[in-house]
T-cell receptor
Framework: GESVGLHLPTLSVQEGDNSIINCAYSNSASDYFIWYKQESGKGPQFIIDIRSNMDKRQGQRVTVLLNKTVKHLSLQIAATQPGDSAVYFCAERVNYGQNFVFGPGTRLSVLP | DTAVSQTPKYLVTQMGNDKSIKCEQNLGHDTMYWYKQDSKKFLKIMFSYNNKELIINETVPNRFSPKSPDKAHLNLHINSLELGDSAVYFC?????????????FGPGTRLTVT
């Protein structure tokens, strides 16, 4: 399940299940969105991106959905593996390239 | 063959000192960035820079200044360090800021101010 509190929100899933990580973005004028994965002690790593003229994009085991009406972005990971354990960030590009704003992050914990 | 590299990886220093963090990218990218990640993992952009323009996040104190000797380097200078500057600093680069290409991040520099 998902918990929110003083610490980073955490999503715990069983290995092999699908994961859905959600993100609410702030600016209705944002035109480009990215999901990043950050493993412990490393920098964020690109997973998948989507432009505002699309509502869905698929990669290898990952799918990003964009709902501009409610300013919501989600990342779906199919058949979650232990190596997927990390903190996941959504980022929106605002002001046509002048700034990237990152969401607060969600920690994904994969249970054996 | 590291794409984006930063030095040092760890930096421990006292309040009031001046320090620099170096960043180099070998991807031929046009735009480089500096981000600050606090203890709660919150990532915030500090600067974006290409050979035409420096964009400064207005919340960044002027004690922080980026210096770019050439397109492949964007160093971060910090004057009069304060306790609140303790964080992990990430450098990143992208091919074309306006095209929206993904950003490649360095491994980070953990700065601790005592």
């Amino acid at each position: 399940g998902e918990s929110v509190g003083l610490h980073l929100p955490t999503l715990s899933v069983q290995e092999g299940d699908n994961s859905i990580i959600n993100c609410a973005y702030s600016n209705s004028a944002s035109d480009y969105f990215i999901w990043y994965k950050q493993e412990s002690g490393k920098g964020p790593q690109f997973i998948i991106d989507i432009r505002s003229n699309m509502d869905k994009r698929q990669g290898q085991r990952v799918t990003v959905l964009l709902n501009k009406t409610v300013k919501h972005l989600s990342l779906q990971i199919a058949a979650t593996q232990p190596g997927d354990s990390a903190v996941y960030f959504c980022a929106e590009r605002v002001n046509y390239g002048q700034n990237f704003v990152f969401g607060p992050g969600t920690r994904l914990s994969v249970l054996p | 063959d590291t794409a984006v590299s930063q030095t040092p990886k760890y930096l421990v220093t006292q309040m009031g000192n001046d320090k620099s963090i170096k960043c180099e990218q070998n991807l031929g990218h046009d735009t480089m960035y500096w981000y600050k990640q606090d203890s709660k993992k919150f990532l915030k952009i500090m600067f974006s820079y290409n050979n035409k323009e420096l964009i400064i996040n207005e919340t960044v104190p002027n004690r922080f200044s980026p210096k770019s000797p050439d397109k492949a380097h964007l160093n971060l200078h910090i004057n009069s360090l304060e306790l609140g500057d303790s964080a992990v600093y990430f450098c990143a680069s992208s091919q074309d800021q306006l095209a929206g290409d993904e950003q490649y991040f360095g491994p980070g520099t953990r700065l601790t101010v005592t």
